[in-house]
């Protein structure tokens, strides 16, 4: 007899059981989603809304996502973690919205309908005999953050980043005026419209559902009121000290008690132009346009607008490469118009986990001497050694502090904005520092860009035009170093400002030495210029000296590894190449600046350079600062005013020696025979050094052999015949023997 064949059983496995409870669910989502939006009185509606009230529609695409996941045998959302997340976030709602209804609403069915339920009503009451209100908030608002990670994949540690990121650029002070930006509809809204009387920029949120414009363009203050509290100047104390007798080390004494600031009022107003935000809009859709037809779903969260610069802040979903982005900066390129080269990539963008894509602005608003001065002025105390920089890309003013580089390295070509940038920085030191505080030692190779500072009273010697007379600066400046140093072992003082304060004045000035141009005084006198260089670079800082240094060619052999790793600060403006910015910078990104101002800033607090649009002064404002010092300084010699417009021949700076040198003859005879005569020519010839050589070309312009220096031309040789110059000397060589 046959077996009978076993009926087969059907468990909730089965695919059978799947579609029927699939179907059934199916239904229920539906009816939970209608019952806010249907006012039939059917008793299922009204049963759900009195549970649930209007949340009911998130309960229902909760089961909706269940149902479909049975009905697909699995195929579609089959992860768990996201249905528990949409049930808790449905849950937190119904309380939520019960939280906020008075206590005497909470029995009324109808208003319960209209809010979060008996649910809602039923979780409410629980945690809030146990917690009270406060902390019920609290503990929702963290749940909605559990629910909101767990739907859409997002860590809560990346949650919690973008929240700090948004406080962080909270200025409460400023917040009442920041609660009311202005908000388009639909998907973007733009942010940080012009606040004349506002430093500060518009609050910014980087929500990825919202495109967000930040314009850097606001105004600084217009406050005409330019005047400066300062320390009133103290009476001068008598140090009792056995050293002290010393004059060499006594204390200067101030003598520019009634200095008044320059005024900036004559200075040139800012011009600014309107901000086109539908055409940033439109370049944003652009750029996502571009990387989605290279499949990179990449979209673009927040617009930065800068004085010359736009940055587009682009998200990419996790597990797509940065490089695939930066692999389509050309076509980006093409379809933005933009000439080759200048678009730049910054993969992130500091504290945000944004890639920014950074083009021209198409109506560039530049950064004007006179708002500068106005912020610098309104904080002048913040600051020892304030340097005007610009503004950055959110339009945010950058004003550094040359005390805590403490020197700065400045690299650019012709044209990109190094000398405007230098001479912004010496406006902003003279607006804010009397003689008695800033000394001055300014080189110029080019003769005419520092020409007129000639005549201030900050000037230690007048501005250097002869490279190889800058020898003679740095070992005056090294020696004034070690005198300094004597100075604060009187008074147990470890830098220049405890020295001052014991003082009780200014008795000892910050010094900053200027060089317009490192290759032309390498090239000079290269081995002779790096030694002291680093040696004032390494121990400057604390007795208050200072170097700034620039160059247009940033090559090896210009700025070499000694003098780089005694300088933190550097400026890069624009350069021909990316060897170039890796020389000044360390890493590329300068080649891609647009020149004008455009600079990237890197100091030792930072990893990463940032970019600034430098301020620009004009000539005719440069000459009004200067005008205003001009007229007050003192009419006699300044006290320790050198004159090192003569090399050094054995007795320090301006002295010269009547004693030749044992290769006078011998230099005599190289002048004659090569017809031209200079410091470089001597050493190469007699194998000597260039101080010696220095010495030498003093003493044959003493003799008459050879012209004055006219600039960096080699002087002219005045004799053809050494026994025209031996002969008639021979009787004082004699006499000095």
């Not at 009270?132 to 608002?141: R, T």
């Amino acid at each position: 007899m046959p077996r009978k064949k076993k009926k087969k059983e059907i468990n909730i496995k089965s695919s059978e059981t799947k579609t029927f409870f699939g179907l059934i669910l199916l239904v229920l989502s539906i009816a939970l989603i209608l019952t806010p939006f249907i006012n039939e009185d059917a008793p299922v509606f009204i049963q759900i809304s009195t549970l649930l009230g209007w949340p009911s529609v998130v309960w229902g695409i909760a089961i909706l996502g269940l149902s479909i996941n049975l009905l697909t045998q699995g195929k579609y959302f089959s992860k768990g973690v996201q249905t528990f997340g949409l049930i808790l976030l449905s849950v937190v709602l119904n309380t939520l919205l019960t939280f906020w209804l008075p206590i005497e609403s909470l029995e009324n069915v109808s208003t319960l309908q209209k809010a979060g339920g008996s649910l809602g009503k039923s979780v409410h009451i629980a945690i809030n005999n146990i917690t009270g209100d406060v902390l019920e908030l609290i503990i929702l608002i963290v749940l909605l953050v559990v629910a909101f990670s767990m739907i859409t994949g997002v860590q809560i540690k990346q949650i919690a980043d973008v929240i700090s990121q948004i406080f962080s650029k909270i200025s409460f002070k400023d917040l009442p005026q920041k609660i009311g930006s202005a908000m388009d509809e639909g998907k973007m809204i733009i942010n940080g419209e012009e606040l004349p009387h506002n430093e500060e920029n518009g609050l910014r949120t980087d929500i990825p559902e919202q495109l967000h414009i930040e314009d850097g363009s606001n105004d600084l203050p217009s406050n005409g009121n330019t005047s400066v509290t300062r320390m009133p100047q103290a009476q001068i104390p008598i140090i009792n000290n056995a050293e002290s007798s010393s004059t060499d080390l006594a204390p200067a004494k101030p003598k520019y008690l009634n200095w008044k600031y320059p005024s900036i009022e004559g200075l040139q107003e800012p011009v600014k132009s309107e901000q086109p935000k539908e055409v940033y809009k439109n370049e944003a859709r652009v750029i996502e346009t571009v990387l989605r037809s290279f499949n990179i779903p990449a979209k673009v969260v927040g617009i930065t607008i800068g004085p010359t610069v736009v940055r587009y802040a682009l998200a990419i979903p996790a597990g797509v490469a940065v490089n695939r982005v930066k692999r389509q900066s050309s076509d980006i390129e093409v379809a933005l118009k933009v000439s080759r080269g200048m678009m730049r990539i910054e993969a992130p963008i500091p504290g945000t986990s944004y890639i920014g894509i950074e083009i021209p602005n198409k109506s560039p608003n530049y950064v004007y001497m006179k708002e500068m001065a106005r912020k610098l002025l309104s904080e002048a105390d913040r600051y020892e050694l304030p340097l005007i920089l610009g503004r950055d890309i959110t339009g945010n003013p950058e004003i550094r502090d040359l005390v805590n580089m403490p020197h700065l390295l400045v690299a650019g070509m012709t044209r990109a904005g190094k000398s405007v940038g230098i001479n912004s920085i010496l406006g902003g030191l003279l607006l804010t520092k009397t003689p008695d505080e800033l000394k001055l030692i300014l080189v110029d190779p080019k003769i005419v860009e520092m020409e007129a500072y000639n005549g201030i009273p900050h000037l230690i010697t007048p501005v250097i035009n002869d490279m190889e007379l800058v020898v003679n600066a740095l070992e005056w400046t090294i020696s004034e170093m070690m005198k300094r140093y004597r100075m604060m072992k009187q008074v147990l003082a470890k830098n220049i400002v405890q020295y001052n304060q014991k003082m009780g004045y200014p008795a000892m000035p910050y010094l900053i030495i200027v060089i317009d141009e490192m290759a032309d005084l390498m090239l000079v006198a290269g081995p002779e210029v790096e030694s002291k260089i680093q040696r004032i670079a390494q121990m400057g800082r604390a007795v208050g000296i200072h170097l700034i240094l620039a160059t247009q060619k940033p090559v090896v052999t210009v700025i070499t590894g000694l003098i780089k790793s005694n300088i933190s600060g550097r400026i890069a403006y624009a350069v021909p190449s990316a060897m170039d910015s890796r020389v000044i910078l360390d890493q590329t990104g300068a080649e891609n600046l647009l020149g004008n101002g455009d600079m990237l800033y890197k100091d030792q607090t930072m990893s990463k350079p940032i970019r600034i649009q430098g301020c620009f002064i004009s000539t005719e404002d440069s000459m009004y600062i200067i005008n205003q010092v001009k007229s007050q300084k003192m009419e006699e010699k300044e006290e320790g005013e050198l004159d090192i417009t003569k090399p050094t021949a054995g007795k320090g700076l301006g002295g010269i020696s009547d004693k030749r040198e044992p290769e006078f003859p011998q230099a005599l005879d190289v002048v004659i025979a090569e017809g031209k005569a200079s410091a470089s020519l001597l050493q190469r010839r007699l194998n000597i050094g260039y101080n010696k050589a220095a010495r030498l070309m003093e003493q044959l312009e003493a003799a008459g052999a050879i012209g004055k220096q006219d600039g960096v031309k080699p002087r002219d040789v005045l004799v053809s015949s050494a026994s025209e110059i031996l002969g008639n000397s021979e009787n004082n060589e004699q006499e000095s023997f």
